[in-house]
């Protein structure tokens, strides 16, 4: 094995577990993300000899995940079965440590319920961190379909989970 092959086994050794936790939360399947980190790893192992710097593999591989799951939005798409309530049962105290674990299942499933691009925009902007330009650039889109996809997404938050405190401070 040559010094170019055994950092990328480093490298996939390393940041594989981050890829799949940026990978989940833009697909909201375990096994959609996986498959998603999977084909990036492997785009990213044929342009490997071809990367200048191998410290930027990973903001290559992030690239290369968010432009094929751009791409997987653009497939036809066959409808899916929403769950029909998930409000959480009123009768618990407010004391009940049980009521953080609540609110992140219902966050969970509200995510879940937002389109992949709007799902795709709260990743990359609230989890990320990443500025409206560059979730423009890394997404393919313009600054205003991501502004638009924000505010659609936090609107649909806000409404079917009122109770989360984070979203009702204007989505911090």
């Known amino acids: 094995m040559d010094a170019r092959e055994a950092d990328y086994a480093h490298f996939v050794r390393t940041r594989t577990h981050a890829l799949l936790r940026s990978a989940y939360l833009l697909t909201g399947d375990q096994h959609l993300a996986e498959d998603l980190v999977q084909e990036a790893l492997a785009r990213t192992h044929r342009a490997w000899q071809r990367l200048e710097r191998p410290e930027n593999a990973?903001?290559?591989?992030?690239k290369v995940m968010y432009h094929a799951q751009v791409s997987f939005w653009r497939r036809p798409r066959v409808a899916e079965v929403m769950p029909a309530d998930f409000e959480p049962d009123r009768r618990r105290g407010a004391d009940d440590p049980a009521d953080e674990t609540?609110?992140?299942?219902?966050?969970?499933?509200?995510?879940?319920?937002?389109?992949?691009?709007?799902?795709?925009?709260?990743?990359?902007r609230f989890f990320e961190d990443h500025t409206e330009v560059e979730a423009a650039q890394l997404l393919g889109v313009s600054v205003g379909t991501v502004k638009t996809q924000t505010a659609r997404a936090l609107d649909r938050l806000r409404t079917l989970v009122p109770d989360i405190q984070m979203l009702a401070e204007g989505g911090r």
């Open 102 to 124: 609540v609110q992140r299942v219902m966050l969970r499933r509200a995510l879940l319920m937002l389109s992949a691009r709007q799902r795709a925009v709260i990743v990359l």
């Open 58 to 62: 990973e903001a290559y591989c992030r």
